[in-house]
């Protein structure tokens, strides 16, 4: 019986179907997507936080309403997830346990400390650049939820990947000290970007599961190499130069070729030992604390509400 649904799950996965909730899938499959949207999930609330630190500091009236939105839209991206998420019978509890436990992980960039104003075009242009290049081809995932939260997500990312260039761009045509600021913020943000995409393909645990269930559509190494020719060109557009004696156009396979990333960093970083790993968890501790009051009336209205009281 299991191996005739095993057989018919991977039909349907090779001929293009989605996979939703309700049906059938092997427990394997189950695992591995809430390994990675639960870790997708935390990583668009933990991600919060470093451009979170400055909304009391934007420059101008604009800056900080543009700011405030984008990780609004953080926050909403995480919801998404994580409801895509509970649809493969986990709680949000045991999800939120999970992080804050260290046992699911989230995207290794956001223990990097943001410094200056620049960061934040940094990480729009960057981060949210490099996570678009890994969500649009999410959005052909296998799993029905997780493919249908892509398609909203990355509207929002792109209009954050504008807003982050924006500045950027202002900042590398301004003055010598906001252009010094603007390289800066290159050379701090560039490896960790490149990081974000994950172990080189021969060194990824999980991307050939990944891609015979078409939950990775296109592996680390494709993905990261399509971040790099893009973003290549744009940083030449506003003058910046990209932090890599190596960079260098190559013009058989039409693409860059770049140094090698320093996996030692990444591998401390993604085991706990970044700049602010500790900060990030100890400040999603406190404020899932703080907010125990406001679960507990939602809790309370709804089961009131469901009893027929406050329905008159
Ligand atoms: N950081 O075998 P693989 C955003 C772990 S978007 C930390 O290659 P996989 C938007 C990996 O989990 C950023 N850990 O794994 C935003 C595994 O460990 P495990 C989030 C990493 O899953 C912008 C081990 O290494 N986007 O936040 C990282 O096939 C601005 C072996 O790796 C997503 O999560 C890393 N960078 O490929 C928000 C996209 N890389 O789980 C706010 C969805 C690898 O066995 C502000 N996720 N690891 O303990 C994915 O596409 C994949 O999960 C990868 C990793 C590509 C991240």
């Known amino acids: 019986m299991s191996a005739d649904?095993?057989?018919?799950?991977?039909?349907?996965?090779d001929a293009g179907l989605?996979?939703?909730p309700k049906d059938w899938m092997p427990d394997k499959y189950r695992k591995h997507l809430i390994r990675q949207i639960s870790q997708h999930a935390h990583s668009e609330i933990i991600g919060m936080q470093p451009e979170g630190n400055w909304i009391t500091r934007a420059p101008t009236l604009r800056a900080k309403m543009v700011l405030i939105a984008k990780?609004?839209?953080e926050?909403?991206?995480?919801?998404?997830?994580?409801s895509a998420t509970e649809t493969l019978g986990i709680t949000r509890n045991e999800l939120i346990q999970q992080l804050q436990t260290g046992k699911a992980k989230y995207s290794s960039i956001f223990n990097y400390p943001t410094l200056s104003w620049a960061d934040m075009g940094a990480i729009g242009w960057l981060v949210d650049g490099a996570a678009i290049v890994n969500q649009q081809s999410l959005r052909r995932t296998s799993y029905g939820p997780y493919s249908r939260a892509m398609v909203r997500i990355c509207k929002e990312e792109s209009f954050?990947?504008?807003q982050g260039y924006e500045i950027m761009s202002k900042m590398s045509n301004g003055t010598p000290e906001?252009?010094?600021?603007a390289q800066d913020a290159l050379n701090r943000w560039w490896w960790p970007s490149l990081m974000m995409f994950g172990p080189h393909d021969s060194e990824s645990a999980h991307t050939s599961n990944a891609m015979k269930w078409k939950i990775k559509r296109e592996t680390n190494d494709d993905?990261?190499?399509l971040f790099v020719d893009r973003t290549v060109k744009q940083a030449d557009l506003i003058g910046l130069e990209i932090p890599d004696p190596k960079l260098k156009w190559n013009p058989e396979t039409k693409h860059y070729i770049f140094g090698e990333i320093d996996?030692?960093?990444f591998w401390e970083v993604v085991n706990g030992n970044g700049f602010c790993n500790k900060e990030r968890i100890n400040n999603h501790i406190n404020s899932h604390e703080e907010g125990q009051w406001v679960r507990e009336a939602a809790l309370a209205y709804s089961e009131k509400t469901q009893n027929g009281v406050g329905n008159e």
């Open 5 to 13: 649904n095993e057989i018919i799950f991977q039909e349907k996965i």
């Open 223 to 225: 993905l990261r190499q």
């Open 71 to 73: 990780v609004q839209d």
């Open 160 to 162: 954050h990947q504008r």
């Open 18 to 20: 989605k996979i939703e």
């Open 263 to 265: 996996w030692d960093e």
């Open 178 to 181: 906001q252009q010094e600021m």
């Open 75 to 82: 926050a909403g991206h995480g919801l998404y997830l994580y």
